[in-house]
């Protein structure tokens, strides 16, 4: 059966949108894994080759992540994964805590018992997932848990300004290599969290999600110390300016 040219060129468009989103997760995944590090060069040849597709959809999906702020364009050079200093982790992490406190005063009034059997899950496969070793899975769980927490607050702009960080909180974590912090560590570290929001009080539960990301944010900006200074500051010190900044 002959397909008529213009129906064909339709097709190619549809493969093509296709397989640029396909390329842009693709991306991303390597992007908040850690296997690109800040300052990699995207050769969008070999990931072409890599990939078996040709150079379009590739191109279309790097220049997407560019205008989202993720990869740089150096003229002449390509582009290459957005470097992160200091500054931006304050940036990401005191708005991350501001949404993530507003998200738990919203979600626990409208939390039921199997919202909270859900969270206690994720943690039991956080945990899981620490004693296996699969720190993969571990990660995921644990965005999970907070992505869920937007969720349950039912305000659709909360959770798009939570999505709007996401990629940014993961590509920090994976610079600074937390797996080197002990995996059963970082899953239990959540487990005061839930009970917080168990029990119903909702200035306990406020207060455990802002110590808890509060924790990750004073390690985050301290590994970022250390790139940028060659050693890294005081933690005493910097946990004190992280928890300052936070409460600013």
């Known amino acids: 059966m002959q397909v008529a040219p213009e129906r064909c060129a339709v097709q190619r468009l549809i493969d093509t949108l296709s397989l640029s989103d396909q390329v842009r997760h693709y ?3 390597a992007l908040t894994s850690g296997r690109l590090r800040p300052g990699d060069r995207i050769n969008e040849a070999e990931l072409a080759r890599t990939l078996g597709i040709s150079r379009n959809p590739v191109r279309e999906a790097v220049s997407g992540l ?3 702020g993720f990869l740089v364009s150096a003229p002449r ?22 949404v993530e406190s507003f998200a738990v005063r ?28 699969r720190l993969a899975d571990l990660h995921q769980a644990d965005m999970a848990l907070h992505r ?15 999505e709007g960080i996401d990629t940014e909180v993961q590509m920090l974590i ?9 995996p059963m560590h970082s899953a239990l570290a959540h487990l005061p969290v839930v009970e917080a929001l ?7 539960a406020v207060a455990a999600m802002r ?35 936070a409460r600013a």
């Open 106 to 133: 919203q979600a626990l009034p409208r939390m039921r018992p199997g919202d909270h059997d859900d969270l206690a899950r994720l943690v039991e496969r956080m945990v899981a997932a620490a004693r296996g070793g």
């Open 77 to 98: 050079r390509g582009h290459f994964l957005r470097r992160f200093t200091p500054q931006d982790v304050d940036d990401v992490f005191s708005f991350r805590i501001c």
């Open 198 to 204: 168990a029990s119903g009080d909702v200035e306990r």
């Open 27 to 29: 991306l991303l995944e």
């Open 148 to 162: 869920r927490i937007c969720e349950l607050s039912g305000n659709r702009q909360t959770l798009r300004a939570h």
């Open 211 to 245: 110590h808890h990301l509060e924790t990750t944010w004073a390690f985050v900006h301290r590994m970022y110390g250390r790139a940028g200074r060659g050693e890294p500051p005081g933690e005493a010190d910097e946990r004190a300016g992280a928890v300052r900044r």
């Open 174 to 182: 994976a610079y600074v290599d937390l797996e080197r912090e002990p």
């Open 66 to 68: 560019a205008q989202r």
